[in-house]
């Protein structure tokens, strides 16, 4: 299985041409792939909230592990939201042409899709292992938790730390680079799942991705 | 009868030659020891000890030791073969009670060298003379300036204090006193100093202040009088610029800045590493940064040599990384000396972001990427049509 499953990243049409019976209707290793991309984004969550909870430290203080925890968790379960989100907007998507299969089936190709993420996610985790620590992380005092212009104030310092933002850039080409490659995945998924044409299949996913990926580079010209 | 006659006339001269004898002789018996009473009693010179070419006093005190006898009192001289009497003789003749004194003085002009000397005082009586020598010195030791203390260096516009001593090695007092600082392009406070009095052997401490606006030397009078007689001593001292090598120097350690708020908060250690005190010592920081409340300025108390204290300031910047540090002090006599050193702030700008424009590498870079990708597709789209 292991094997197959390295085929969906190089040879996704031939992996799910060979999904039959069983493992046609098996969410087994879908839950797995976005686990496991889950807790590569917790790792990445964990170092970001750390950041966070230095920055609070100094008005809340002991709150700093708690941040740490929930930004950990809520990347874990984030990812679970997206997989879910993103098979609704997919699914609807399919729909406009004339899809045939149940969502269930799209979930599980949007799942078996979101094995490159895991990849993408070690790799967002290592660079923020590197750049994390050389972060200037400005301290947020008890006088400035009643000033959100402050706050406002001290977040923009936060995001404009140069570490901060070379980090952002390449964590956000490592992210255009791997939601691409699960694209690709999920146009030869959905073929499948919805009965498409490969141009209508392109389309569905096409869309969607490629908004989102604008939407990340425009926020990287605006941040 | 003439010859008779001449008998006669040689008689009465024989006769009234050993009258007159016997009452000579009579007389001088009873007034020897009478005179012989007569003394002086005190010799006083003014000044005591004479400069050569001053001008000055001597008196005699003469006293009549008889208890019911008056003496008279005759032709009071002073002489000398080297001093020179400026006032005239006691020409006149005056009767001195019993036990009474009266004074004879002379002023005198002491143009010799150096030396003792042993002028002459006489008095006639009716029938004899006194005779008194006493010795007068002649000294041009004069009195001694000396540093006691001084910076190793001076400052420009900083007030610095020197510690003199004035010293009389002479064996007479001298009067009037007076110390006068000046100097091109100095302020001396004070400039005039009146010491007054300075007795024989005796050490007085002056000290004055100077602020000096440039380089120069400082020129000292001391002038005093010996008797009537006005004396000076000069000494000049150089006033060179540099490094006081005692001042308190003081140096920031530990210091650690932490972004917090928008600004940096920094804080460290400060050490006196000078020898002298550094009083109110103050640190705040200098442009591009921007000291912001509440630790504008931060106030370590007066450190002492080898004292530790602490400071802790905070600050806005530009995003410049080098942020300079001013540490000042006063030293004891109110001057105010300014330390500089950079600290270190992370880079980054904790004021609102310069807008350098939008990162164009990783946009184009994303553009791109995006472009193969459709790219991709839309020709493999196009061959499986085909």
């Known amino acids: ?223 | 009868m003439n010859f008779n006659n001449k008998i006669a006339g040689i008689c009465l001269v024989f006769l009234i030659t050993s009258i007159i004898g016997i009452a000579s002789a009579d007389l001088t018996q009873a007034q020897a020891p009478i005179t012989g009473k007569v003394f002086v009693s005190s010799t006083t010179f003014d000044p005591a000890v004479f400069f050569t070419g001053d001008k000055g006093t001597v008196t005699y005190e003469v006293m009549n030791s008889n208890t019911n006898t008056s003496v008279m009192l005759n032709h009071g001289t002073f002489s000398d073969a080297d001093l020179h009497l400026l006032s005239g003789t006691y020409d006149y003749s005056n009767t001195l009670g019993p036990l009474q004194t009266r004074p004879f003085t002379f002023s005198i002009l002491a143009d010799v060298p150096p030396g003792d000397y042993y002028p002459t005082f006489s008095l006639s009586f009716f029938d004899s003379n006194l005779y008194h020598k006493t010795m007068v010195q002649v000294d041009n030791t004069p009195l001694q300036l000396t540093v006691v203390d001084k910076p190793d260096a001076f400052t420009i516009g900083k007030k610095k204090t020197i510690y003199m001593q004035v010293a009389n090695p002479r064996d007479n007092e001298v009067d009037n006193a007076i110390l006068e600082v000046s100097g091109k392009g100095i302020t001396a406070s004070p400039s005039r100093t009146f010491i007054g009095t300075v007795a024989s052997g005796a050490k007085i401490p002056v000290n004055f202040s100077v602020t000096p606006d440039q380089e120069t030397t400082l020129s000292l009078l001391l002038t005093y009088n010996n008797g009537n007689n006005p004396h000076e001593v000069h000494m000049d001292i150089p006033l060179n610029f540099g490094t006081d090598k005692k001042q308190a120097y003081l140096v920031m350690s530990n210091v650690e800045v932490i972004p917090e708020g928008g600004m940096y908060r920094v804080t460290g250690d400060i050490y006196n590493a000078g020898l002298e005190t550094a009083n109110t010592v103050t640190v705040t920081s200098l442009s591009p940064a921007v000291p912001q409340d509440p630790y504008k300025i931060s106030v370590a108390r007066t450190l002492k040599a080898d004292d530790q204290g602490s400071f802790e300031i905070a600050f806005e910047t530009d995003g410049s990384t080098s942020i300079p540090i001013q540490l000042s002090f006063r030293d004891a006599d109110g001057n105010v000396y300014n330390i500089v050193q950079n600290v270190t702030v992370p880079a980054t700008s904790l004021s609102l972001p310069k807008d350098n424009g939008p990162p164009l590498v990783p946009i184009i870079a994303g553009l791109v990427i995006v472009a193969v990708f459709v790219g991709g597709w839309f020709i493999y789209l196009r061959k499986k049509k085909n």
């Open chain 1, 1 to 223: 299985m292991v094997r197959s499953l390295l085929n969906i990243l190089i040879s996704p049409g031939a992996f799910f041409a060979d999904l039959k019976g069983e493992r046609e209707e098996s969410f087994t290793w879908p839950l797995v792939i976005v686990l496991l991309g889950g807790i590569a984004a917790a790792g990445y969550g964990y170092l970001f909230g750390e950041v966070s909870g230095q920055m609070m430290a100094g008005a809340l203080p002991g709150i700093g592990a708690l941040v740490t925890i929930f930004a950990a968790l809520g990347a874990l379960i984030g990812v679970f939201i997206f997989w879910l989100i993103w098979t609704v907007i997919v699914f609807a998507l399919s729909m406009a042409f004339k899809g045939q299969g149940s969502f269930k089936r799209t979930l599980q190709v949007i799942g078996y899709g979101y094995l490159p993420q895991i990849i993408g996610s070690v790799i967002t985790v290592i660079v923020a292992f590197e750049y994390v620590p050389r972060i200037v992380v400005p301290k947020v005092t008890t006088a400035m938790m009643q000033d959100p212009v402050a706050m406002q104030k001290i977040t923009a310092t936060l995001m404009h730390d140069p570490a901060m933002i070379e980090m952002t850039q390449i964590t956000s080409i490592i992210a255009i680079v791997f939601l691409l490659w699960s694209a690709h995945i999920w146009i030869f998924g959905l073929q499948k799942a919805r009965g498409l044409s490969p141009r209508d299949a392109a389309l569905c996913v096409g869309i969607p991705v490629i908004a989102y990926i604008l939407f990340m580079i425009y926020n990287l010209g605006v941040s």
